[in-house]
């Protein structure tokens, strides 16, 4: 562990290494790479390289900086710190343009294709062949087919990506790399939609790749593919590069020790409350987003952590909940209450709030003032003879950032002058001008500091002191596991696991996100 | 005295700009239309032209709050100027077949053309908010529907004449106190709207509607009911104006309303309404209107022909959007 904080702004280099040739076969080196975003420090002076004919493997949690790496890598995102050298040519990847143009390619795992153009259209989009004026159709065609016969894959060049099967997109988005010069293809995720057949071609293509030269990034969760395909592992934990070793020693057990061992200070208050009747019983619930037959019940006065990899389900969980998705089966009964209409505003009615993940989109009206964004949801509370009483209204939005110590020059402000952590405290306001009697937090403390995130920690706490039930859904074991009296795990959009807080640590946790087997300590 | 000169000038500077920022481009456009006009045609600032002004302003006012509530929601109404057209003419018949029954026929004539406006208004929100088309298509489509209605039951477009004269003596051409009895309703219609929008819940979620679908929604506010609402209020306003200019011209006449969808939501933008919702204040749409219509009687009385006017108005728009969008990169 060196001195990161010092790194931020000056990278330390190891001094000794030239930029020049130590070892000609790096077609990658990344050194003291730092990347901060506001409230977080994504990537703390990482160093990363690639050999020409290699499989990298990055494996690490959410959040451990995986992405922002070859996203700093790739171009879209500029280091704060570091040097990047490609065959040994120090560069500065300006754009995603630039990298492509040193042949470092990124088959994403959102997929970056247009769904309303052919697959041939697709492959070229941006990079048109031209003769002439004209599109260079025969050539582009010819190209295109010879790397979908690369892949292996079964499409028609002319029908619409609309139409063929997410497996085939994923295809289609590795496949089309293949027209250009690469020097380096990453991989994000690249099976999360496959086939074992399809992943078996893939690996083959894998191969051949490997054989031209080229140096393959590979992100995955799935240890017996890294074991696979993998050369070199490396582990990024809280945005360091905590190791890299031979694929021969990355066994289950050291990538979890590696990938966890995260120590938690102060951070998180001691659990106080004590879980009282059942409060929130969901009974085979589903929708139409992917949600399958989710039942838990929840308790007053309790926390419920919801974790799981990214799309394992635990998104949809507040969102169905909350009638954001479309139920296809299933009950949700409050206070031993069936409730007949599941959407928003009843939901809202019943004393059930949703804090989504997403502040901008879907959390703050951001033309609007801190008052009206903390008042807006419950204007009943506002209301005599259905005129507002105004007086009242702004007496309570200040009795409220007071209580949650919002900074603001006023309640008055409009909400998007705010920075990101008291904006934060805005939604979270907003849940307090009536009685709530459940909160769906969802991604609570997401993209903002760690000051505002103890005191956020603090207010769950309170919330379940005083009786109400908290659902909480993280990326982030470490909320998980300290603020929690119990854990469900999604995966493939079902609760795989089910844990007392207390028995668990985050070995135990992963292993249950990725499937792992679980050997011991499971309740419920 | 020259280097004297510099500060002064700086500070003139920060202070025109600190003022500009704070009411825009509409009080200086408003200010430059009175100036020319007024210098080219002194008759064009006395007090009779200006009640002639402030009373032709009105319809074009209450459409325009109709308009913006529309735009406020993240919406707009392009079906303001058939379903007008409609009203009048509805409403006309109506009167006509009910001569009849003196001060009936009045009453139920204007019942019945609010009625219709609410009812183009509830369609629209039915489309909108529970079909979920685009805005600018069921209300385009609308307008066309209205408008080809209008041409049926007219008979091709044939003026309807024979409104009762004491319709026509009160709401269109009556005076109380003084004061034009188009212009009262207008103030009072400005007051209620007032109110809706800064005193009442629907007031406050439409403004979050046009600002934030999803955050509305996830706020729990029932997003559908609400857009619907914002329609059919939007419809009885524009009934409202409509029954108000079959007053003013005596005859329902279908094409009364064809400037209105442009005119009314150049006028909310040029009073600082945001085409994209949630934004906008109701003065500013109000003086919107007063300043198309005052730019309209000043041509008019400087024998500017209507070709050339219908260019100026648009030359106008463009002008302050584009002041306006400099202005929000200073803040």
Redesign the interface.
Known sequence: MENTAKSMNQPEYQSSLSPEIEDKGYVVRMIGISKSFPGTKALKSVNFDLKRGEVHVLVGENGAGKSTLIKVLSGVYQPDAGEIYINERKLTIKNPHTARSEGVYTAYQELSLVPQMTVLENFFLGAELQRGLMLDKQRMRKLAQSAIDTVGLPIDLDSYIAQISPAHRQMVEIARHFIQKIRVLILDEPTSALTSEEVRKLFGVIKNLKEDGVGIIYISHRLDEVKQVGDRASILRDGENVATIGIEKATEDYLIELMTGRKVETIFPTVASKPGNVLLEVEELSTEEGLKNVCFQLHAGEILGFGGLIGSGKENIGRGLFGLEKITTGNIKLGGKLLHKIDPSHMTKEGIVYIPSDRHTEGLLSLMTVRENITTPSLGVFERYRVLQKGYERHRAEELTHRLDVRTPSIETIVAKLSGGNQQKVVVARSLVKDTKVFIFHELTRGIDIGTKIEIYKFVQELAKQGAGIIYISSELAELLNLTHRVIVTRDSRIADVFDTPNINEEILLRSYFGWKVEEKMSN | MVTNSIPNRQRLIELWKVVFIRVGALPFILVGILVIFGVWNPAFLSSGNMFMVSRSATYLIVVTLGQMLALLSGGLDLSVGGSITLISVVSAMVMVALKAYPGVDVFVGVLTGIGVGALVGATNGYLIAYRRIAPFIATFAMGSIANGVCLIITGGGLPIFGVPGSFVGTLGRGEVLGVSVPIIVTILLVGVMYFILS???FG??I??LG??R?????????IRRYTFLTYVIVGILVGLAGVMLLARTGAGEVTLGLEMPLLSIAAAVLGGVSLFG??GKLYGAVLGAVAIILLRVGMDMARIGSFVQMAAVGVVLIMVVVIDRYRRQMV
């Open positions: 005193w009442t819940r406050r979620y403004y979050a600002g934030s999803e955050a509305a929604h996830v706020m729990g506010i029932p949630g934004e």
